[in-house]
T-cell receptor, first 114, second 115 residues
């Protein structure tokens, strides 16, 4: 069975600093996709970044990058130059081959300090 | 391009009452999902539709929850009768049926409080 683990319930980061949010996963499938979503207090889940298991390069989207270490089964999200608006819950999720269903981790609450 | 729409945004009901949520997916997205997110947890899939057919409803409590997607576009999720433990945010998401990354795009959610 697929499983996503986010070990950091909460994180603090100083404005303009970089922060890494951890995510590890467990699957026996060779083909899968990894996603990060942001959930502000308003409740909407906002898609941030995607990494496919066969992608050679780490995914990047603006200030977001994904540190994908396949052998370690980790897919950490790096946010550079943190902004106050980055304060939110962040969820890691995985989709396995042949399905578009997502399995989510429990999330990490990021607080950006001015 | 319009995103996923949901209504209502908030609902407060008493236990044993019934409630319904509505979702309109992104235009052209054949796959629609309903998730339940209990406070402090990640979303849990309740049901997945492709067009107007059910792909997976294995985690839907069918004794009280029902969902439909008529004409393969809008969808409604109903709870009857509601229990206290149904208090949660109900999220609707949609994605393309095939190809690409399968990225799901979420609506703003409906916050349900059962008293």
């Amino acid at each position: 069975a697929q499983k996503i683990t986010q070990t950091q319930p909460g994180m603090f980061v100083q404005e303009k600093e970089a922060v890494t949010l951890d995510c590890t996963y467990d699957t026996s499938d060779p083909s899968y996709g990894l996603f990060w979503y942001k959930q502000p207090s308003s409740g909407e889940m906002i898609f941030l970044i995607y990494q496919g298991s066969y992608d050679q390069q780490n995914a990047t989207e603006g200030r977001y990058s994904l540190n994908f270490q396949k052998a370690r089964k980790s897919a950490n999200l790096v946010i550079s130059a943190s902004q106050l608006g980055d304060s939110a819950m962040y969820f890691c999720a995985m989709r396995w081959a042949g399905s578009y269903q997502l399995t989510f981790g429990k999330g990490t609450k990021l607080s950006v300090i001015p | 391009e319009a995103g996923v729409a949901q209504s209502p945004r908030y609902k407060i009901i008493e236990k044993r009452q019934s409630v319904a949520f509505w979702c309109n997916p992104i235009s052209g997205h054949a796959t629609l999902y309903w998730y339940q997110q209990i406070l402090g947890q990640g979303p849990k899939l309740l049901i997945q539709f492709q067009n107007n057919g059910v792909v997976d409803d294995s985690q839907l409590p069918k004794d009280r929850f029902s969902a439909e997607r008529l004409k393969g576009v809008d969808s409604t999720l109903k709870i009857q009768p509601a229990k206290l433990e149904d208090s949660a945010v109900y999220l609707c998401a949609s994605s393309l049926a095939s190809g690409g990354t399968g990225t799901q795009y979420f609506g703003p959610g409906t916050r349900l409080l059962v008293l």
